[in-house]
């Protein structure tokens, strides 16, 4: 996992995955849109997905660490995550908190295929 830390260039901002790892992992397929990095925690989100008559953005939270990567992954607009891995309580609530003040703009970002972020 070393080896794809660097090969991903975490620490230049890049929330891509390498091949290798998202074929293992076809649901980060979704996840090709940028939308920030803070304290080393990236997140990502999917285009605007409709199912049963209802619209949807997946949204993931990612770090890396030794083993490999912490990450939550959930969906707008509940910001409810349904997978979790490795982050504290405290952390999860943080977590929740960054992505309801910034969830308009991940919704917006989605319906337009992604945004440019400073």
Request: with cysteine; proline share 2%.
């Given at each position: 996992?070393?080896?794809?830390?660097?090969?991903?260039?975490?620490?230049?901002?890049?929330?891509?995955?390498?091949?290798?790892?998202?074929?293992?992992?076809p649901?980060?397929?979704?996840?090709?849109?940028?939308?920030?990095?803070?304290?080393?925690?990236?997140?990502t989100?999917?285009?605007?997905?409709?199912?049963?008559?209802?619209?949807?953005?997946?949204?993931?939270?990612?770090?890396?660490?030794?083993?490999?990567?912490?990450?939550?992954?959930?969906?707008?607009?509940?910001?409810?995550?349904?997978?979790?891995?490795?982050?504290?309580?405290?952390?999860?609530?943080?977590?929740?908190?960054?992505?309801?003040?910034?969830s308009?703009?991940?919704?917006?970002?989605?319906?337009?295929?992604?945004?440019?972020?400073?």
């Open positions: 996992m070393k080896i794809l830390l660097k090969v991903c260039g975490w620490r230049g901002g890049c929330a891509f995955i390498a091949r290798k790892w998202k074929r293992a992992n649901a980060l397929d979704l996840m090709k849109h940028y939308y920030s990095t803070v304290n080393d925690v990236v997140l989100h999917s285009d605007m997905q409709y199912k049963d008559h209802s619209r949807r953005v997946l949204v993931r939270f990612e770090r890396p660490n030794e083993q490999g990567f912490d990450f939550a992954e959930g969906m707008l607009p509940e910001c409810v995550f349904t997978k979790l891995s490795g982050f504290s309580e405290n952390e999860i609530f943080d977590l929740i908190d960054y992505l309801r003040c910034n308009l703009l991940i919704w917006d970002y989605s319906q337009k295929g992604g945004g440019v972020n400073a």
